[in-house]
């Protein structure tokens, strides 16, 4: 169970690194953020329930 807990939080830290590095870049491009919005809605959809899995997921470790 530990395992399935840090692969969770490994996938965590690399979709976030790609969130920091990707959001702002979208926000700089001049007329990205019409094209690239669902993208970012979903990205953040996924990451929210991501973190609520690993805690779900960690609180079943003793």
């Known amino acids: 169970m ?3 807990v840090q692969l969770l939080v490994f996938i965590l830290v ?5 969130l920091v590095v990707g959001i702002p ?13 669902n993208l970012i809605y979903t990205g953040a959809g996924i990451w929210t329930g ?4 690993t805690g779900l997921v960690n609180s079943f470790i003793n």
């Open 14 to 18: 690399i979709f976030s690194t790609l």
């Open 25 to 37: 870049v979208t926000f700089a491009s001049p007329g990205q953020w019409e094209k690239s919005k």
């Open 2 to 4: 530990t395992i399935i």
């Open 50 to 53: 991501l973190v609520l899995i």
